[in-house]
């Protein structure tokens, strides 16, 4: 039998410098990922991490409901682009999972039993806005029993027109944002939606 004559040795390969940089990035970012992700996790499974879930769940289901409530669909005839009915009492109730005093404090800048409707206008169309008064008549014409006192906003572009309680018949009774400081006041600013069309 012959031998057969063994390999020469090869000279070894290097890897290129940016590979290895590459594999080291990735492999921090799939480090940090797992991690995040635990952490997450972990956070969700927490007490407090329930009762934010809980929060945020049913503060959109109430913002939906706000969006279809009776009256919005005459609101949006008229000219608001956005129009919401937001039972505030239901507002404070689920904030009081999360925080008793912020509860009390939202209470305590209600506006008759609590319901504010919001009439937001396009930048094109503020000109042809409805004032605030309008509004309350339009929303009390169109639900079967409207509240005797309710808050009133009319905003375009994140700017208030007009706000305030007033009465079914669309009768001023008071501002909800006091711009002297004095007595508690009310506030609401609807996300950035983008440009205007």
């Given amino acids: 039998m012959t031998d057969i004559p063994p390999l020469p040795p090869q000279a070894a390969r290097k890897r290129p410098a ?3 940089v590459i594999y080291v ?6 480090f940090f ?6 952490g997450i996790w972990l956070f969700l499974r ?27 669909q005459e609101l949006r005839a008229r000219g608001c682009t956005n129009a919401m009915v937001i ?3 239901k507002m404070a109730e689920i ?24 009439c937001q ?22 639900v079967p029993q409207a509240p005797e006192r309710f808050g009133v906003t009319v905003q375009s572009r994140n700017k208030s027109s007009c ?3 007033y009465t079914r018949d669309g009768t001023f009774v008071e501002a909800l944002n006091k711009r002297d400081g004095s007595g508690p006041s009310w506030t609401v600013q609807f996300p950035e939606q983008g440009p205007e069309r």
């Fill in 18 to 20: 940016y590979l290895i």
């Fill in 25 to 30: 990035v990735l492999g921090l970012v799939g």
């Fill in 33 to 38: 990922l797992v991690t995040g992700g635990i």
């Fill in 46 to 72: 927490s007490e407090t991490g329930q009762k934010i879930v809980s929060t945020v769940g049913k503060s959109m289901t109430l913002m939906q409901q706000a969006a279809t409530a009776p009256g919005t």
């Fill in 87 to 89: 039972p505030m009492r």
């Fill in 95 to 118: 904030v009081r999972g999360m925080s008793e005093d912020a509860a009390r404090d939202l209470e305590s800048k209600m506006p008759g039993d609590g319901t504010i409707v919001m």
């Fill in 121 to 142: 206008v396009n930048v094109a169309s503020a000109g042809s806005a409805p004032a605030c008064a309008d509004v309350a008549r339009i929303y009390a014409a169109a």
């Fill in 163 to 165: 706000d305030g309680m």
